[in-house]
């Protein structure tokens, strides 16, 4: 069975420093992997995904995820932090197959500091 | 282009009561998901529709159904609620099933019983 792990339910950067948001999966086949975005009172953005092919994964809005297999992570980073990047990030896979039953994490809640 | 639409936005019931709640996919998307997403269990996918058939299902009891019209909206319906059917339902709509595709989720309904 496919699940996956956030750690750190909440993290805390200034305005400016690096993001870094962690994310291990466990699948037993090869998985495709996503990082949304949920602002408040929103639904869910897709920041970026991973399927095949390269394993540093450019998203929108500044985010890289690099697909790790040896890790079987897929952490979510950007360089430097805006006020604007505040919300909750969750981290998804789900097997190469014909289906969008995505396993999710528990999600990571995000604040930046001034 | 409009995005997807969930109806109602906010929705509260009695126990043992039952509830529809509609999504109105982006136009020409003729895949619809939806997911349960409460603080505790985080986000779980439900079911998936694709030219009015299931075509995927999670892991919840036969309370929980839907159903997809050949214009693509799509129903859920839950019955006999429950307290902890109390959650945001998501639906997440896509132009055809696989993981290719991007989801595009609504701003979800917020359902509290009591």
């Known amino acids: 069975a496919q699940s996956v792990t956030q750690l750190g339910s909440h993290v805390s950067v200034s305005e400016g420093a690096l993001v870094l948001l962690r994310c291990n999966y466990s699948s037993s086949v090869p998985p495709y992997l996503f990082w949304y975005v949920q602002y408040p009172n929103q639904g869910l953005q897709l920041l970026l995904k991973?399927?095949?092919?390269a394993t540093l994964v450019k998203g929108i809005n500044g985010f890289e995820a690099e697909f790790k297999k040896s890790e079987t992570s897929f952490h979510l980073t950007k360089p430097s932090a805006h006020m604007s990047d505040a919300a909750e990030y969750f981290c998804?896979?789900?097997?190469?197959?014909?289906?969008?039953?995505?396993?999710w994490g528990l999600g990571t809640s995000l604040a930046v500091n001034p | 282009k409009a995005g997807v639409t969930q109806t109602p936005r906010y929705l509260i019931k009695t126990r043992g009561q039952q509830v529809t709640l509609s999504c109105s996919p982006i136009s020409g998307h003729r895949s619809v998901s939806w997911y349960q997403q409460t603080p505790g269990q985080g986000l779980q996918f439900l079911f998936e529709y694709f030219s009015e058939t299931q075509r995927n299902k999670g892991n919840f009891p036969g309370r929980f159904s839907g159903r997809q019209f050949s214009n693509s909206r799509s129903e859920m319906n839950v019955s006999t609620l429950e307290l902890g059917d109390s959650a945001l339902y998501l639906c997440?709509?896509?132009?055809?099933?696989?993981?290719?595709?991007?989801?595009?989720f609504g701003q979800g309904t917020r359902l509290t019983v009591v």
């Open positions: 997440a709509s896509s132009l055809a099933q696989g993981m290719n595709t991007e989801a595009f």
């Open positions: 991973y399927t095949t092919g």
């Open positions: 998804a896979v789900s097997n190469a197959g014909n289906n969008r039953k995505l396993i």
